[in-house]
């Protein structure tokens, strides 16, 4: 997946499904649209998911340092940060892909294969956004900020992966939950064996509700011959949703073990596999609309764990 939401067929030739009505499509000056596009901003929840195990990392941190005073900054930073990034990455997807996309129905109308913006242009909107990341970086620590840098090779190759691996989700979760070290980094200046185990988690959290997402576009995959664990998995994919998302919650549990968690911790993660279980419940792999919305749901599972290790880290601190 690219973390942009695949479209569910075109309603215009500038729009996509899932984004149509949105804020870019109805007050966005038009010249901006396609730029907007390009950073998946008409359709966020990808950069949510980017960001939470930003915030997971970074209250978790907190709660360990038994210190708030600069956790509302840091907070606000990985909310621009992963903004910003998630939609270079996103351009840089759409770089890679534009041959692929000019082929398929669903995703023709992108912006550079529907002629809205040359390769060029895109290039130059990828670097504004990666300088807007880097702005972000530069405010933490050395040791943050060289962290941060080191996991752009995984962002450089994953557009690549589903062409030679049936296993893209892995390299994807490897970056999306990148930020699962960085709470760890900027807060501490180093990683420790729970930035590691939460990071882990966080990446078997991440391969499953990209298996559900990638649901939406098997048959078109089939055709053009991109790989994913959804067609891997296929009908067997209620069962492999159970494994990793029980490794998920499971290796995160370790982390607020190894990091003395509080009560309100173990309540959001208890939450959060809830969620998830309630997901699996009722996935029908054959309903794009409902992988759709199951996938977009885990913006709130996020947030559930997140509350809880928010409320942790302010009640340690006190």
């Known amino acids: 997946m690219e ?12 729009a996509v499904a899932d984004s149509t009505g949105n804020w870019v499509d109805t007050i966005a000056p038009s010249w901006s649209r396609p730029y907007l596009r390009l950073a998946r901003l008409d359709r966020p929840i990808g950069s949510w998911l980017l960001l939470m195990p930003c915030w997971w990392s970074v209250a978790l941190a907190a709660g360990v340092a038994h210190e708030l005073k600069s956790l509302p900054l840091y907070i606000a930073l990985f909310f621009v940060g992963s903004f910003a990034m998630r939609g270079a990455g996103c351009t840089w997807n759409d770089i890679t892909d534009r041959d692929l996309d000019a082929r398929v129905e669903r995703t023709r109308s992108r912006p550079i294969p529907a002629g809205q913006v040359s390769v060029a242009q895109a290039f130059a909107f990828l670097v504004a956004q990666a300088l807007i990341g880097l702005a972000v970086l530069l405010q933490f620590n050395r040791f943050a900020v060289w962290t941060g840098i080191a996991s752009l090779a995984i962002v450089a190759i994953y557009p690549f ?20 070290l960085m709470g760890f980094a900027v807060t ?42 959804a067609r891997l ?18 290796l995160i549990g370790v982390a607020l ?62």
């Not at 078997?204 to 939406?216: E, L, P």
């Open 3 to 14: 973390y942009e939401l695949r479209k569910q067929g075109t309603r215009a030739a500038t």
């Open 161 to 180: 992966m589903k062409r030679i691996t049936w296993w893209p989700q892995v390299v994807l979760g490897l970056a999306f939950s990148w930020g699962a």
């Open 257 to 318: 073990a190894l990091a003395g968690a509080g009560v309100p911790a173990w309540i959001g993660l208890l939450a959060f596999a809830a969620h998830l279980a309630r997901q699996i419940s009722r996935l029908v792999i054959g309903d794009p609309a409902l992988c759709l919305r199951l996938f977009k749901s885990n913006r709130d599972a996020g947030l559930l764990l997140f509350a809880g290790l928010l409320i942790d880290a302010a009640m340690r601190a006190g």
């Open 233 to 250: 998995f296929a009908e067997r994919t209620r069962p492999a949703l159970v494994v990793f998302y029980a490794l998920a919650v499971v």
């Open 188 to 229: 501490f200046g180093r990683l420790d064996v729970t930035a590691f185990v939460l990071y882990a988690g966080a990446l078997a959290w991440v391969i499953g509700y990209d298996t559900i997402y990638a649901h939406q576009d098997t048959e078109d995959d089939a055709l053009i011959g991109i790989k994913s664990t």
